[in-house]
């Protein structure tokens, strides 16, 4: 699905699975869990404007974007991580927003997958 994150590819999340369906859709569970826990960690940093917590989910999610193949946000996510516990950037609100924003287009695309797979 095209938005504010591009194209993702879950292959390289899935490869261990094989074809292997119930394990390929634990992967994918687990996957949505964390992300899912991951995000409401980053919207309470982004509330609380807490550069520290940011920090920490944006260098968590820098090997999975990447993974992923959402490269359009691994700038972002640099950006994010590199400002750690400094003073609150200028501009850092809005970048965690298109990060979120991402992160639930995300999770919606695990979400339709494992629908499918029921």
């Known amino acids: 699905s095209e938005g504010t994150c591009g194209k993702y ?10 074809d292997d369906a119930t394990a390929r859709r634990k992967i994918l569970d687990t996957f949505l869990q964390e992300i ?11 509330l609380c404007r807490d550069g520290a917590a940011a920090s920490r989910v944006a260098h968590k999610w820098q090997p999975i ?3 992923l193949k959402i490269t359009d946000m691994l700038p972002l996510l640099s950006q994010i991580e590199a400002a750690g516990g400094e003073e609150w950037p200028d501009g850092q609100t809005e970048l965690l927003e298109r990060l979120l924003a991402c992160a639930d287009e995300i999770r919606d695309a695990v979400e339709s997958i494992l629908i499918k797979e029921e």
Do not use: C, H, I, P
């Open 9 to 18: 590819d879950f292959a390289a999340l899935t490869v261990f699975a094989g």
């Open 36 to 46: 899912k826990a991951q995000s409401d960690e980053l919207n309470r940093a982004k």
């Open 65 to 67: 974007f990447a993974m």
